[in-house]
Nanobody
């Protein structure tokens, strides 16, 4: 079964940067449509999608992160990255990566088939 493992979270000051990684195992995606998305869930709030990348390298961003977050992939390493810069305290959340095997490039969490365990990002003011 596909497994996704996030890493790279931590504590950072406002205005700082972090790079999250999402390593996928038991998944190659060769010849198939798929999307890897990054979501976050802050305490007391619903999970929200922020960025995603499709198998052809197309990237999509929510308005809340556009211009500050960059999603990329290294197919050789089966890893997707989320470079976050100019971080704000409201970005404090658990960040999850997820795999959608249909390649819908959506920010709706219900279309995603597999999820990682999450990594905590805390932005101090």
């Amino acid at each position: 079964e596909v497994q996704l493992v996030e890493s790279g979270g931590g504590l950072v000051q406002a205005g700082g940067s972090l790079r999250l990684s999402c390593a996928a195992s038991e998944f190659t995606g060769d010849g198939d449509d798929y999307t890897i998305g990054w979501f976050r869930q802050a305490p007391g709030k619903e999970r929200e999608g922020g960025s995603c990348i499709t198998n052809d390298g197309s990237t999509y961003y929510a308005d809340s992160v556009k211009g500050r977050f960059t999603i990329s992939s290294d197919d050789a390493k089966n890893t997707v990255y989320l470079q976050m810069s100019s971080l704000k305290p409201e970005a404090t959340a658990i960040y999850y990566c997820a795999l959608d095997e249909a390649g819908l490039s959506s920010f709706k969490d219900f279309v995603y088939d597999y999820w990682g365990q999450g990594t905590q990002v805390t932005v101090s003011s």
